[in-house]
């Protein structure tokens, strides 16, 4: 089932708005700063260093964790509630629609609960309180959660379509968050060396982000009269046996069959444009030439786009963030092709892949 994306939003640190902020990567417009409130010690000083990150400034301040994810997810959604293909919809609009919210994994150590009682904290504090804050008339049964990380935005778009297919829902509301910027997380990150710092190049720079996309079904645009400049047509995902996570090395096979999958359906071989969770780290950036090695000539001399160059990663927003970005460039006519690719890759072994098309192709 193609899907019609019919509206974005996002907050990140080089926008408040979906359009500033894809405007601003576009740019090349990047706000790293230093995290005076987190410091690691270099091992040949000894002495602390501050490590640098991309918080959202006079926005996310004062906020911890899911207070952060609430804050960040209600200023995506008022984003995309101001576009003219949603601003003023009535009750009914909203009755078909489901509700699908993407965050990191769920992780008892980092929210400080009993073993396996992290998920549901997600939902009672974070879910729960996000749907009955935004005020849209999106019945109960029609909420979900999707804690798949980085490939959380693949995985709740999939979930999106098999509730269109069999419950009648027209459209999907898709809200992804997700900010490195804890403390209990920062920690995390320097303890297992992820993060980059001035003796450790080869780390990840912790960013945070709040993105909503809203889809429909082609037969229900349509039916409304309403015209979109990009479809999603083809969404694949799965898993990898040896990620991150297992302590083996990655070696792209989960990733390469998601990529193979959508590539079926395009030209061979595909060179438009990529958008890409490569973050700094070197399984990460060992993962994707392994992606090359399996894919041969199948993936051409594509285009790869990095938005973690600009905003830091920003986890579980990742995928909704390459979304908006490559519908950008597709509708304003910067792809090298007229479809571009999102592939995504959690540390905890989700791999997903969506390709984008310009509607009037």
Not at 115 to 140: D, T, V
Not at 177 to 191: F, I, K, R, T
Not at 316 to 327: E, F, N, R
Request: glycine content about 12%; proline content about 4%.
């Amino acid at each position: 089932m193609s899907l019609v994306l019919m509206a974005t939003g996002a907050v990140t640190s080089v926008g408040h708005s979906v359009e500033a902020a894809c405007a601003a990567i576009r740019a090349g417009i990047s706000r790293p700063r230093k995290l005076r409130e987190f410091r690691v010690v270099e091992e040949e000083s000894q002495e602390d260093i501050p490590v640098s990150g991309h918080p959202i400034r006079g926005y996310t301040e004062g906020f911890q964790l899911i207070g952060r994810w609430l804050r960040l997810a209600r200023g995506a959604v008022e984003d995309l509630l101001s576009h003219p293909n949603v601003s003023g919809r009535p009750a009914a609009f909203w009755e078909k629609t489901g509700l699908v919210v993407v965050t990191p994994p769920a992780d008892d150590e980092v929210f400080l609960s009993a073993p396996g009682g992290s998920l549901e904290q997600i939902r009672e504090s974070y879910l729960q309180p996000l749907h009955r804050s935004l005020g849209l008339a999106i019945a109960e049964p029609n909420v979900e959660l999707i804690s798949s990380g980085h490939a959380g935005t693949a995985a709740g778009l999939q979930h999106g379509q098999q509730w269109m297919a069999s419950r009648g829902l027209e459209r999907v509301l898709l809200v992804a968050v997700d900010s490195y910027l804890d403390e209990l997380l920062l920690q995390q990150l320097a303890s297992h060396r992820r993060l980059k710092t001035e003796d450790h190049p080869v780390g990840l720079m912790p960013g945070e982000a709040g993105v909503c996309l809203l889809v429909e079904t082609d037969a229900s645009a349509r039916r409304r009269g309403e015209e979109s400049a990009i479809r999603i047509d083809t969404i694949a995902t799965g898993r990898e046996p040896d990620h991150f996570g297992s302590g083996r090395q990655n070696m792209g096979r989960g990733l390469a069959a998601c990529i193979q999958d959508v590539l079926s359906g395009l030209p061979s071989p595909f060179e438009g444009d990529v958008y890409a969770d490569l973050n700094g780290e070197q399984w990460r950036s060992h993962e994707w030439g392994c992606v090359r090695v399996h894919l041969g000539t199948r993936l051409g001399a594509a285009r790869l786009h990095l938005p973690v160059t600009y905003v830091g990663d920003v986890g579980a927003a990742s995928g909704a963030l390459g979304v908006c970005l490559a519908a950008h460039d597709l509708s304003r006519g910067h792809g090298r092709q007229a479809c571009s690719l999102v592939v995504s890759s959690s540390e905890h072994g989700a791999v997903g892949c969506m390709s984008l098309r310009r509607s009037n192709t």
